[in-house]
């Protein structure tokens, strides 16, 4: 109860108190709490004084590190771990899924698929936005009719993840052509900033910026991180470092503003760079943007 609601000086103080009684659940309710919090040294800590673990407590160990931005230490405690389940497998897909690491999520999904495991929904979503994020539509079409085969419910998540990864540039250019032109509305913000993520995704660099360079208003941040994130999903690395150091001097507080360089870095074997990234986050003392995530024991 004390680590689910994130009373975690509780928790400790309980598990100390009745350490001569405490199982396998209680030592992995700690590390999850912690892990969950984002306390991952301390959730870590736990983890090695464990005298057992089970796949939970592996579980709360990576999805910590993937959501911490340690992607490569979540992928060295996956491989460790000595029996998976479906959430192990999940939870690894999705943290290189939000890392904008596309192809190391997609790869997994099909490793993951092939020994026969079942995927969850949460790996469907991500596998689908890696394909998304990759314009793989190719590999879209075959998880399309994987997901058709295995008759999973395509819910309103799912459902967004597809038609997103279908995104139709011709068709875009289209209805912001007709609302322009024909009916005469003014484009807002998110407008400019569709139009840039439309044409990012679809690997259109070039276009996407000339647009920004023609749109009538100064751009905001999101329009600069959605053609950031399109210059690294397309390798487009020497643009995408310039367009990410601006975004850290637009916002300077802003978590993800570092994250997309660092994984720009590190996609692109950078490591010296990734390591200046990660002293740069706390020599600014730059917080994580919060998350929210449930381990069931």
Known sequence: MYSGSGELDNARSLFEEC???VDIVSWT????????????????KYFDEMPQRNTVSWNAMVAGYARSGQIMKARELFDEMPAKD????????????????????????QEMVSTGVMPNESALVSAVSACAQLRALDQGEWLHNYIKEQMFEVNVILGTALLDMYGMVH?????????TQVYQIKPQLEHYGCMVDLLGRAGLIKEALEFVEKMPVEPHPGLWGALASACRIHGEIELGEELGKHLIKLESKHSGRYMLLLNMFAAANRWDDVVMMRNLLKKKKVLKNPGNSIIKL
């Open 19 to 21: 350490f001569s009684v």
């Open 29 to 44: 309710s700690l590390v999850t709490g912690y892990s969950n919090s984002r306390n991952i040294d301390v959730a870590r």
């Open 86 to 109: 479906v959430a192990s497998w999940s939870v690894m897909i999705s943290g290189y899924s939000q890392s904008g690491m596309a192809i190391e999520a997609l790869g997994l999904f």
């Open 171 to 179: 068709e875009g250019h289209q209805i912001y052509n007709i609302m």
